[in-house]
């Protein structure tokens, strides 16, 4: 019996990069205690703090999508929730 289900070109490319050293998912995950901590911090304090966690990482337009796109966020929740959805998706998971 044949498969025929057809993949999305997006499902094709999912990759687990949380292991790779030079990706910024990489220097999330092992802040990821210290990302919960900040959830009760001041916006611009959870901004500042993750982007120095990433700082070390490789500069990418991945990166810079990330820095940008967390600039964005309005609140602690919405940029918590943004990061976690990054984090996710660097192992190759579905987001929230």
Do not use: C, H, W
């Amino acid at each position: 019996m044949r498969n025929n289900t057809i993949k999305k070109d997006k499902d094709l490319f999912k990759r687990d990069i949380s292991e790779n050293e030079t990706t910024y998912v990489y220097y999330l995950i092992q802040n990821k205690e210290k990302i919960d901590n900040l959830a009760v911090s001041p916006l611009p304090t959870f901004k500042q703090e993750v982007l120095k966690f990433v700082e070390p990482a490789n500069d990418t337009p991945a990166k810079r999508n990330f820095i940008l796109t967390l600039q964005q966020q309005k609140n602690v929740m919405s940029a918590l929730q943004f990061v976690y959805n990054v984090i996710l998706r660097g192992q190759g998971l579905e987001v929230i």
